[in-house]
């Protein structure tokens, strides 16, 4: 930034300096009758087109115009620059207050680049003291729509989606834990994730608190370990907001999205971000895929930088006009900190159960007790050496092996996705609804050509706690 010298408080003046090419301030060695150069300008701020006959370069003092030249030593402070004829000083004038402020208007409009000079001349004058002033006398203002927040913005996001959003509280002989949660059903439905609601084990119990601070027990309506989703009923409540469902189907990546949750039990927290990524896929267990009997938990996520920490596990995540497109249930974590197995904070890498996906089991759950999912009749590696997922096992008479997939070969593509890992497949299988007919593309196991081929995708079901 350029300092200005008009403003510097080490260098009191009384108008602005003069540019570099005006004329110098006169002083003791300067000669009185010398006339003014045309054009020029003095410390007041008067240009001057010329001297007139008879005029005399003299700096008066303010309010005491003379002729002649400035007393010894340069001019009094004060002085304002102004141009007199030479000779005796004019007969004093009675001038009114209304004359001298008109005057000092007149100033404060011409030097409104250079504010400080002008009021300077104007206390001067009147002989008084510097004005000061303080924001502790200015009123307070009047603000009447604090509550009508934009439509679009944050604030109204917030405003909408926080009654839907309930911390939930886990407690049994194992030990006890918090998420969050989302309300379905104005009569206490809530989602949230298999793993906040499993947290107290068999016989814990769970406590819902929502946004107006009132509580409520609740029980367990059903719980899926694949998609790690559960549907819990808060007891006692009539009069619940639901949230609003949007869809995954469209989500953009850098779309706005804001999370709503409870994390290290700060209920109804917001905070926002974009979509990062989608399809990501995340194990939530950190075990490889191997015996089908236990299918590996692994989510087809959708990425935010959104904040998301230990708490928000089961809470919203919403697009900007609080519609829910994601159950936030994981973050990315650079190790543990602190007591042991603690996870750390945020790094701005959380992962959300798309709401596509969430509606499907969320309403199985909710009428069966146990969630279906699509599966592909075969068991794959967890290889990063491999680029695609390589086929340990193919089911006997399963979707795979009647598509006539061969152990030992790589698949590479399901429909236009591209399959990079294990963990890919999975994720990629799991986001379609039993039935789906998809493309597969594989290689073989010789590393020769690649070959696309049809696969209905089967149904398969974990029983889940009801």
Excluded: W
């Excluded at 002083?27 to 701020?45: C, I, K, L, N, V």
């Excluded at 236990?294 to 990425?303: E, G, K, L, M």
């Amino acid at each position: 930034m350029t300092e200005d010298s008009t403003n510097r408080p080490d260098r009191p003046h009384e108008g602005p300096v003069p540019p570099s090419n005006s004329h110098p301030q006169p002083s003791a060695a300067h000669d009185p009758g010398a006339p003014a150069p045309p054009g020029q300008t003095y410390p007041g701020g008067q240009p001057f087109p010329g001297p007139r006959p008879g005029d005399t370069a003299v700096y008066p003092t303010m309010g005491h115009p003379y002729g002649g030249p400035p007393p010894p030593g340069g001019p009094p402070p004060g002085d304002t620059g102004q141009f007199y004829a030479a000779g005796p000083p004019p007969a004093p004038r009675k001038s009114s207050l209304r004359t001298r402020l008109v005057a000092g208007g007149i100033a404060l409009a011409l030097v409104s680049g250079g504010v400080g000079g002008a009021v300077g001349a104007l206390v001067a004058d009147s002989g008084s003291g510097p004005v000061a002033t303080n924001a502790l006398d200015a009123p307070v203002p009047d603000i009447k729509d604090a509550a009508h927040a934009p439509a679009g913005s944050v604030q109204a996001v917030a405003q909408e989606v926080t009654p839907s959003v309930v911390m939930i509280e886990v407690a049994s002989n194992r030990g006890q834990g918090e998420g969050s949660g989302v309300v379905l059903s104005s009569d206490g439905l809530i989602l949230t994730n298999n793993h906040v609601a499993a947290g107290g084990g068999t016989g814990g119990d769970m406590r819902v608190t929502f946004a107006d601070g009132s509580t409520a027990p609740a029980t367990l309506v059903g719980a899926d370990p694949v998609s790690d989703l559960a549907v819990i009923q808060a007891r006692g409540k009539t009069d619940l907001k639901p949230v609003e469902l949007g869809s995954s189907a469209g989500l953009q990546v850098g779309q706005p999205v804001v999370a709503i949750g409870s994390p290290l039990g700060l209920a109804g927290t917001v905070t926002t971000g974009i979509v990062s990524a989608l399809n990501r896929p995340v194990s939530t267990t950190g075990e490889g895929g191997g015996d089908p009997t236990v299918p590996n938990p692994v989510i087809d996520a959708v990425q935010t930088d959104a904040a998301i920490n230990p708490g928000n596990s089961g809470g919203a995540l919403v697009d900007d006009q609080g519609r829910l497109i994601g159950i936030n249930t994981a973050i990315a974590s650079l190790g543990s900190s602190g007591a042991a197995g603690q996870q750390s904070g945020s790094i701005g890498l959380g992962f959300a159960i798309p709401v596509d996906q969430a509606r499907r089991v969320a309403d199985e759950l909710i009428k069966s007790g146990h969630a279906t999912y699509a599966q592909i009749g075969m068991t794959v590696q967890r290889d990063e050496s491999v680029h695609g997922a390589r086929v340990l096992e193919v089911t006997p008479n399963g979707p795979a092996a009647q598509a006539r997939i061969p152990a030992g070969s790589i698949v590479t593509k399901l429909d236009d996705r591209t399959i990079d890992s294990g963990d890919a497949l999975v994720a990629a299988v799991r986001s379609k609804q039993p039935g789906d007919k998809v493309q597969v593309t594989y290689t073989d196991r010789q590393g020769g050509g690649s070959e696309t081929v049809e696969v209905t995708l089967a149904a398969a079901a974990v029983e889940g706690a009801r």
